[in-house]
T-cell receptor, first 113, second 111 residues
Framework: NAGVMQNPRHLVRRRGQEARLRCSPM?????VYWYRQLPEEGLKFMVY????????ESGMPKERFSAEFPKEGPSILRIQQVVRGDSAAYFC???????????FGSGTRLTVV | RKEVEQDPGPFNVPEGATVAFNCTYS??????FFWYRQDCRKEPKLLMS???SGNEDGRFTAQLNRASQYISLLIRDSKLSDSATYLC????????????FGKGTRLSVIA
């Protein structure tokens, strides 16, 4: 079992470019969560998805950010027109269902220059 | 009031010491509780779930006090490898509520 796979591990983007972060959940997990962690800060919930559905996006900024989890393929977190403040570690986690512990991927460290 | 509050530390303790972390949560509807561990620049990893009756896993003991909305983690006989940030995590049991993480307490175990 390969666990939760995130790629890329590191991503550098210039201001104004788009960032696409990918997450493949653990085998058998249908719940995917995205969290953001700023330097020296805690993990902040962004969005919770199940296959083809956004369950909770209350933590996601209303503009420039979007997420999907298609029927086939990984979950994608997309950030359009990145700004320096988007620089952070973005962690994806998956679980068997609500109220189960999560398994996290290694994260994508986004740097906006 | 923050949903999950922890003392940020750092806690600097010698090897072999016993150290305790505390955490309070604001949502009285919270039903599931966990401790996660996060090493520097790594992903969080589940350390243990926290049950109402308290539970132990080797050198680690977790306690829950629902009346006070308080969770604790006790580490006995600290090892150098215990150095990490410990995250208190809660969720309401309302079906589809994501986990809420505290900012974490940093522990450094010193030789």
């Amino acid at each position: 079992n390969a666990g939760v796979m995130q790629n890329p591990r590191h991503l550098v983007r210039r201001r104004g470019q788009e960032a696409r972060l990918r997450c493949s959940p653990m085998k058998g997990h249908s719940h995917v969560y995205w969290y953001r962690q700023l330097p020296e800060e805690g993990l902040k919930f962004m969005v919770y998805l199940q296959k083809e559905n956004i369950i909770d996006e209350s933590g996601m900024p209303k503009e420039r950010f979007s997420a999907e989890f298609p029927k086939e393929g990984p979950s994608i977190l997309r950030i359009q027109q990145v700004v320096r403040g988007d620089s952070a570690a973005y962690f994806c986690a998956s679980s068997q269902g609500a109220n189960y512990g999560y398994t996290f991927g290694s994260g994508t460290r986004l740097t906006v220059v | 009031r923050k949903e999950v509050e922890q003392d940020p530390g750092p806690f600097n303790v010698p090897e072999g010491a016993t150290v305790a972390f505390n955490c309070t949560y604001s949502n009285s509807a919270s039903q599931s509780f966990f401790w996660y561990r996060q090493d520097c620049r790594k992903e969080p990893k589940l350390l243990m779930s926290v049950y109402s009756s308290g539970n132990e896993d080797g050198r680690f003991t977790a306690q829950l006090n629902r009346a006070s909305q308080y969770i604790s983690l006790l580490i006995r006989d600290s090892k150098l490898s215990d150095s990490a940030t410990y995250l208190c995590v809660v969720t309401a049991n309302s079906g589809n509520t994501p986990l809420v993480f505290g900012k974490g307490t940093r522990l450094s175990v010193i030789a």
